[in-house]
């Protein structure tokens, strides 16, 4: 292998014929699976790539087992840093994890005896490289793999090398309209396993990976070979305390009247929450616009609280307090009042303000005209309207703005609070590009940060409802099909759903957006034509997880980091959710403190069917067999 340097630029990697360190660097997203033949120790550094000071971050190193060996909070005020790791000894591999969308890069150091294959994001760009970077996969005998690359304004090809028989094979990498579209190459099938070189041509952002065979990258082809990892072990033990509400779970939904022909398909997502956008401009052209929509929607779904976004046309996200964006305010009032039931609507003024505003002070006075609006609005709180704030893009990190440090969620949430807090019913917010399954976690978090904003009531209640009223795994239209059409996706939202409903804190979640639209395909429901729709498979994760939701959050201890669990109560009902993001599989020990109960354990794996499965229990303590990338829930009844 030619020897390469690397610079603070960025070269992906560098390897020397001597027995010097092996450097990974300037990487953005993805795995790095380390088998250590000795004892060593990895070095992780990192410096800015963009908006680092507005952006904490987060990454994992797990074991063999899957447990969580180290990790390393980053503040927003650490651009820079370096961390130092030990690697036992081990037939396992460490699983280092840089999870994307990262706003740093990372340069990861370790001895040239450690094995060390990376596995990198698919679509999304994983690193930022120097010229001439190259590394080595491998497709075993039989195996129909492709070679896929996408164009980030930086690598602009991928030439491939069969050592075999030095068989070469190129791929050019094309810019496309659409995010989600990319450049693959098939590789020829072999009835022996071959080893392939791969070199990137040119620098810049890279973005290259594996389907139909391991996603594994070496920077020596001796290194390359499957990942060794042991079976995970999981105990969870059951507390009685509740700890508070589990939040209703929902999508946001169109802005029309949905086609007979989608019924079935939405009736299977029972929603419980809902968010809309309501354009003022349109309402005030043309009253009771929403009448029958929204109409439809409470009474056919049962809503029990929903969310509006005020707009423009087409979601223009800027609105200013005239007479139009009054007159609109006017007749979403109306159209509220005249619902009836007993549905919360709460009321946001503007779509991710932190990102759309010039700057605070402008919004705020916006946001203080259309509160008082609706506070001298005749019955409007007894129709059950409620103003949320701000509706940020992101809460904890800063939003995608060059001037991202300035404009963090959970800041103007807490300058709105000191100004408007007498008017403000609840805090709303957005949370996107938090694509890692291992970082999920961060839902959990910022769900905490909001309730220390708003504070706890006697009963330990935030003293403002928490919404979490739009979430995907990216924003805008900067999506990946492994992302959103496959049981990734399933996987992706059982843990998020788990997360953020961990502590009893959060009122409503949803998801960004009900069905697939041209621009945006990024719904629970893909549209097959004019009269077809059906469940994708985070719909029916969406399905199977409505199936065993119950009211109340108990206490659960969880020593496992691949595994994420819920324990629910409703009256003498239990439900016990879960998922595997990981893999492997678990071997899953659950202490109840009391009698072995009667129940059902059913699993949801990549087949997207649920299934049901067999546990034993002796003592009180449930135990069952987990398999890798699958969903669970274990329900039974309360002596």
Request: proline share 6%; with cysteine; hydrophobic share 40%.
């Amino acid at each position: 292998m030619k020897p390469m340097a690397l610079v603070v630029s960025g070269v992906l990697l560098s390897a020397s014929v001597q027995a010097v360190p092996l450097h990974w660097g300037d990487l953005r997203d993805g795995s790095l699976y380390l088998q250590a033949a000795k004892a060593d120790t990895v070095t992780v550094s990192w410096q800015p790539a963009w908006q680092a000071d507005a952006n904490p971050e987060h990454i994992f190193l797990l074991n063999g087992q899957g447990h969580l060996q180290a990790d390393r909070p980053i503040k927003a005020n650490e651009p820079r840093g370096r961390v130092q790791w030990p690697l036992a000894a081990s037939t396992s591999d460490y699983q280092l994890e840089i999870p994307g969308y990262s706003f740093r890069r990372y340069r990861i150091e370790h001895a040239d005896s450690t094995r060390a294959l990376f596995a990198p994001a698919k679509v999304h760009f994983s690193a930022e490289v120097g010229p001439n970077v190259a590394l080595y996969f491998r497709v075993p005998a039989g195996e129909k793999a492709t070679l896929a690359g996408k164009y980030h304004g930086g690598v602009r090809g991928l030439q491939v090398q069969r050592l075999g028989d030095n068989q070469q094979l190129s791929l050019a990498l094309k810019p496309y309209p659409a995010y989600w579209q990319f450049d693959r190459l098939p590789l020829p099938v072999s009835s022996h396993a071959q080893t392939f070189r791969l070199q990137l041509q040119g620098r810049g952002k890279a973005a290259f990976w594996l389907d139909g065979s391991a996603n594994l990258f070496a920077q020596q082809a001796e290194q390359l070979g499957p990942l060794h990892n042991a079976e995970g072990k999981v105990m969870l033990t059951l507390g009685h305390k509740v700890l508070g509400r589990t939040p209703d779970l929902g999508v946001n939904l169109p802005y029309v009247l949905p086609p007979p022909s989608s019924y079935a398909a939405l009736d299977a997502l029972r929603p419980q929450a809902a968010g809309y956008y309501s354009f003022a401009d349109l309402l005030a052209r043309q009253p009771g616009y929403e009448n029958e929509f929204r109409r439809f929607y409470q009474q056919r779904y049962a809503i029990k609280q929903d969310i509006t976004l005020l707009a423009g046309t087409g979601r223009e996200s800027v609105l200013a307090a005239n007479r139009t964006s009054n007159d609109g305010l006017d007749d979403w009032l109306n159209t509220t009042r005249n619902l009836g039931g007993s549905t919360l609507h709460y009321l946001a003024f503007a779509d991710e303000p932190n990102l759309n505003y010039s700057d605070y002070p402008s919004f705020s006075r916006y946001f203080q005209a259309m509160a008082e609006h609706v506070q001298h609005s005749p019955g409007a709180r007894e129709a059950g309207v409620r103003i949320a704030m701000p509706a940020s893009s992101r809460l904890v990190n800063g939003p995608l703005h060059s001037s991202s440090e300035t404009r963090i969620g959970l800041d103007w949430a807490r300058r709105l609070l000191k100004d408007h807090g007498q008017q403000i019913d609840a805090l709303a917010w957005h949370e996107w590009m938090v694509r890692d399954l291992l970082a999920t976690r961060s839902y959990r978090d910022s769900v905490r940060q909001a309730a220390a904003l708003v504070g706890l009531d006697a009963q330990g209640r935030p003293n403002k409802a928490l919404l979490l009223d739009q979430t995907n795994v990216s924003s805008g239209s900067t999506l990946s099909p492994y992302d959103q059409e496959t049981h990734f996706t399933a996987l992706w939202w059982a843990s998020v759903v788990i997360n953020a409903s961990q502590d009893g804190l959060l009122d409503m979640l949803n998801w960004f957006h009900v069905a697939d639209e041209p621009e945006w395909p990024k719904g629970m429901v893909r549209v097959l034509g004019e009269n077809g729709f059906e469940l994708k498979p985070v719909g029916l994760a969406q399905q199977f997880i409505q199936q065993h939701w119950l009211d109340q959050v108990l206490a659960l201890d969880n020593d496992a980091f691949e595994v994420d669990a819920l324990a629910m109560a409703r009256g003498k009902q239990r439900s016990l959710l879960g998922v595997n993001k990981g893999e492997r599989l678990q071997q899953v020990s659950l202490a109840t403190e009391q009698n072995c109960p009667q129940g059902a354990l059913t699993l949801f794996g990549p087949d997207n069917q649920p299934r049901s499965a067999r546990f034993t229990c002796e003592r009180g303590r449930i135990q069952f067999q987990l398999p890798g990338q699958t969903l669970f829930a274990l329900t039974w009844s309360a002596s």
